[in-house]
């Protein structure tokens, strides 16, 4: 089995609190945990608890490296954090760093790719939710998420290709979106949408 058994959620969870203040931050691990679970459930579903895990730490390190100025160090940074908590584990090690290719690791895994595009999806999501006039993921249906998709200057920030790379799964750029739409809403609250 791929992964490290020892490495729950809750020590995960515990090793996010530690290490992430932000608030933000804190609220795109858990949205980018539910994609991935949902993700997991149709491509690994016996991976589902651990691809959960693989985006709760995707970015720990936002807040402990300076990838402003070198992207490059992000991914890699959060390893070493991993490593000084005590986790060993180069599934979970390979997926943080193929989420920013930048860190020199190209996705070739299921997980590799889902991590890739469930990153910048769940800020596309939640970017389309921010347009609506209260605000709230509930409101959002899944047409306007297509369509702001085709809209390069919408949410120009979330890279498109990483979303597109779902594809290399098997699945399809419109599942990964109705995913995240449907496992963000579960979570509405506690991610503030």
């Keep these: ?36 679970k949902g993700l997991a459930k ?10 959960g ?17 070198d992207l ?8 070493e954090i991993l490593k000084k908590e005590g986790i060993e584990d180069e599934v979970l090690f390979e997926a943080i760093k193929a989420h920013n290719p930048k860190s020199g690791k190209k996705a070739k895994t ?15 999501v939640k970017a389309v939710a921010q347009i609506y006039p209260d605000k709230k993921i509930a409101s959002v249906k899944k047409k306007s998420i297509r369509k702001r998709f085709n ?6 920030g979330a890279n498109r290709d990483y979303m597109e790379a779902i594809e290399f799964t098997g699945l399809r ?3 990964l979106m109705d995913i995240a739409l449907e496992e963000m809403t579960e979570i509405a609250d506690q991610i503030g949408l």
């Design 1 to 36: 089995m791929a992964g490290n058994e020892k490495l729950t959620r809750e020590r995960a969870h515990e090793i996010l609190m530690k290490y992430m203040e932000g608030e933000n931050y804190i609220t795109h691990s858990y949205a980018v945990e539910v994609i991935m």
């Design 42 to 51: 149709r491509l690994e579903p016996d991976q589902v608890e651990y691809w």
């Design 53 to 69: 895990i693989v985006g709760l730490l995707h970015d720990l390190d936002e807040e402990h490296c300076d990838w402003q100025n």
């Design 72 to 79: 490059s160090v992000h991914g890699p940074t959060s390893i």
């Design 110 to 124: 299921n997980l590799e790719y889902a991590i890739l595009a469930a990153d910048p999806m769940s800020g596309f």
């Design 151 to 156: 809209e390069l200057r919408f949410a120009a």
């Design 173 to 175: 750029l419109e599942d």
